[in-house]
């Protein structure tokens, strides 16, 4: 086997300046970098990642929480993350908290641990007040989720104003006993959403009916559970605005399965624009997110923290949002009275 010493003998230089080289140092010319590197192929050696790692003290590893991966919207957030970090020379661990409190402190002690050089946050379930010394330990950035008492780095779009207007679309086609499903009641994201739907009904003067509210609703299952606990209760419910394609998905499948037409029973929305959305028939009015470019720039300003490791100004990026209106809300629009 090749040792560091072989690549400087064949190379004709010292072991130092091949060190240089395989640690990406500075202060060596391009001939002697392409010297080595030649003689390295020629030899067939292959650094030693994990000896050069502890020599800069880096672990080269992002550690990214999130709820779930079954969710297609984190599961097409971490693949387009790990793209961008595999093409900076870094690789991503998913941590899955199942919004647990407990499992989220866990997972952060990977941070104080030094097991990963930096954390990404898709939700935020303790208080701050807990996150906040894990900072000491490294950069934290958070995606989709945001808070403004934090002192870090924020990628998201405007959860509170996408809400308020896929509220106002439903109202617009007509809906005046609108029903709240989503899940996250931990989760700022959710409140934010919460925030947004009471605000549209509010403007237009519709009641707030607070028991036609459902927080525990995150997948298809829940969405069909959903459907039963309000139509049961509620029989005059018209519209439903959802946080979840999946959870929308749900509803309209149970209202087929009972009689009730969609839209024109109940209007439903959904959230995030997952591939479902397209597939169910009708095709589910929802809220598109820019993904990719969310979970590319997230990477970016996690990877700029870690390398510079200097005092920085935490920045908040904030990416619009589309109303895709599709048939399971699409009505003939009438008059507010």
Same mark, same amino acid.
Request: proline content about 3%; glycine content about 4%.
């Given at each position: 086997?090749?040792?560091?010493?072989?690549?400087?003998?064949?190379?004709?230089?010292?072991?130092?300046?091949?060190?240089?080289?395989?640690?990406?140092?500075?202060?060596?010319?391009?001939?002697?970098?392409?010297?080595?590197?030649?003689?390295?192929?020629? &030899? =067939? %050696?292959?650094?030693?990642?994990?000896?050069?790692?502890?020599?800069? @003290? /880096?672990?080269?590893?992002?550690?990214? *929480? !999130?709820?779930r991966v079954t969710n297609p919207f984190y599961g097409n957030l971490i693949e387009?993350?790990?793209?961008?970090?595999?093409? &900076? =020379? %870094?690789?991503?661990?998913?941590?899955?908290?199942?919004?647990?409190? @407990? /499992?989220?402190?866990?997972?952060?002690? *990977? !941070?104080?641990?030094?097991?990963?050089?930096?954390?990404?946050?898709?939700?935020?379930?303790?208080?701050?007040?807990?996150?906040?010394?894990?900072?000491?330990?490294?950069?934290?950035?958070?995606?989709?989720?945001?808070?403004?008492?934090?002192?870090?780095?924020?990628?998201?779009?405007?959860?509170?104003?996408?809400?308020?207007?896929?509220?106002?679309?439903?109202?617009?086609?007509?809906?005046?006993?609108?029903?709240?499903?989503?899940?996250?009641?931990?989760?700022?994201?959710?409140?934010?959403?919460?925030?947004?739907?009471?605000?549209?009904?509010?403007?237009?003067?519709?009641?707030?009916?607070?028991?036609?509210?459902?927080?525990?609703?995150?997948?298809?299952?829940?969405?069909?559970?959903?459907?039963?606990?309000?139509?049961?209760?509620?029989?005059?419910?018209?519209?439903?605005?959802?946080?979840?394609?999946?959870?929308?998905?749900?509803?309209i499948y149970e209202a087929g399965q009972s009689a009730w037409k969609i839209p024109?029973?109940?209007?439903?929305?959904?959230?995030?624009?997952?591939?479902?959305?397209?597939?169910?028939?009708?095709?589910?009015?929802?809220?598109?997110?820019?993904?990719?470019?969310?979970?590319?720039?997230?990477?970016?300003?996690?990877?700029?923290?870690?390398?510079?490791?200097?005092?920085?100004?935490?920045?908040?990026?904030?990416?619009?949002?589309?109303?895709?209106?599709?048939?399971?809300?699409?009505?003939?629009?009438?008059?507010?009275?």
């Open positions: 086997m090749a040792t560091i010493e072989d690549v400087a003998k064949l190379a004709g230089l010292s072991r130092t300046t091949v060190s240089r080289v395989i640690n990406d140092q500075p202060y060596v010319t391009e001939e002697k970098k392409q010297r080595i590197i030649q003689a390295m192929k020629q &030899l =067939g %050696y292959v650094p030693n990642s994990s000896a050069r790692r502890l020599r800069s @003290q /880096k672990t080269e590893t992002i550690a990214v *929480l !999130l709820p387009a993350m790990e793209e961008r970090a595999s093409e &900076l =020379g %870094y690789q991503v661990i998913v941590c899955q908290t199942h919004d647990s409190k @407990q /499992k989220e402190l866990d997972y952060l002690q *990977l !941070l104080h641990t030094k097991q990963v050089d930096g954390v990404v946050m898709t939700s935020v379930i303790n208080e701050w007040e807990e996150i906040e010394p894990f900072l000491q330990s490294g950069p934290i950035v958070l995606c989709n989720e945001y808070r403004a008492e934090s002192q870090v780095s924020m990628v998201h779009m405007d959860h509170r104003l996408a809400a308020y207007e896929s509220t106002m679309h439903l109202i617009e086609q007509g809906c005046r006993r609108i029903a709240y499903v989503s899940g996250g009641r931990e989760s700022h994201v959710s409140f934010e959403r919460k925030l947004g739907f009471t605000e549209a009904l509010q403007e237009k003067a519709i009641t707030f009916h607070t028991e036609m509210v459902i927080d525990w609703a995150e997948n298809v299952q829940d969405g069909q559970r959903a459907f039963y606990d309000l139509t049961e209760n509620f029989p005059e419910v018209d519209g439903i605005f959802t946080g979840s394609d999946e959870v929308a998905a749900g509803i024109g029973d109940i209007a439903v929305t959904g959230f995030d624009n997952q591939m479902l959305s397209l597939l169910m028939v009708p095709s589910i009015t929802t809220i598109s997110q820019p993904v990719r470019e969310m979970a590319e720039k997230t990477i970016e300003v996690l990877y700029s923290q870690i390398v510079h490791k200097k005092v920085y100004q935490p920045s908040r990026y904030v990416y619009d949002h589309h109303l895709l209106v599709r048939n399971s809300s699409k009505r003939k629009t009438l008059s507010f009275q």
